[in-house]
């Protein structure tokens, strides 16, 4: 009887562990340098908010053009209060619109590409000579969910943020996550583009998805262990709600 309880628990344990080859990120990398993983620059979409600004030589000439990128406006939601970021809204049609200069397409351009095309319609308007137009996005942001200490939406106020990054943000994934598959889930040109990642391998560093775009979603899956420990747990709940009964009648009998 008790070589077979011990057998029982031993092949508990066994089922319970987690292979130590999965536990860590790159476990096939070598010494060695790996090309650079930027990426073309990211395409505008409708609902992006940009801060726009245009500057000149003429500094009164140029304030016109900026006279609403400095506003920010006030939400009342459930939780309070939110103060929306200040800029440009790319509306549902792919447009912003700018002082002076009215609509001006904007969706499917990149910065740079929306950068010349506001610079040369001003300069065509002869509404200003050599302008410096910059533009960067306020509502880049990421968004870690699943298996990770501490699943939340990341601001990138820097525009530029690695996968690597975001998990450790997020409190890195953890024990009962799979690292060898990684979903990032990207909007690209209307579609919505699922990406499967294995961390456990160092080819993810030469990948396309290394750096993340704007409202990427990064979801870290449950492994077999997890789902066991879940299952395990149902199925032990009953039976320690059903002994507690029993020992409250008893005590009730006793005393």
Known sequence: ????????????????????????????????????????????????????????????ASAIFNTTNGQSNNINTSNGNVTQPSGYLVN?????QL?????????????????????????EKKLLVDPIV?????????????EVGRPMVIPVPNEKISLLTALGQAGDITVYGKKDNVLVIRESNGKKVVKRINLNTADFLNSAYYYLKPNDIVYVEPN???????SRGRQLLPALLSGLSVVVIVLDRIF
């Open 1 to 60: 009887m008790a070589k077979t309880i011990y057998i029982g628990i031993l092949m508990v344990m066994i089922g319970s562990c987690i292979s130590t080859k999965n536990i860590g990120y790159f476990n096939n990398a070598s010494e060695t340098e790996y090309a650079s993983t930027s990426g073309a620059e990211t395409a505008i979409q409708a609902n992006d908010i940009l801060s726009i600004s245009i500057s000149s030589l003429n500094p009164e």
């Open 224 to 230: 077999k262990n997890k789902l066991a420990s879940v």
């Open 99 to 123: 002082p002076i200069l009215g609509n001006i397409q904007s969706a499917g351009l990149t910065k740079k590409q929306l950068k010349e095309k506001i610079a040369n319609t001003i300069v």
């Open 92 to 96: 549902a049609e792919g447009f912003i």
């Open 134 to 146: 910059s533009i960067r996005h306020l509502n880049f942001e990421v968004t870690v969910i699943g």
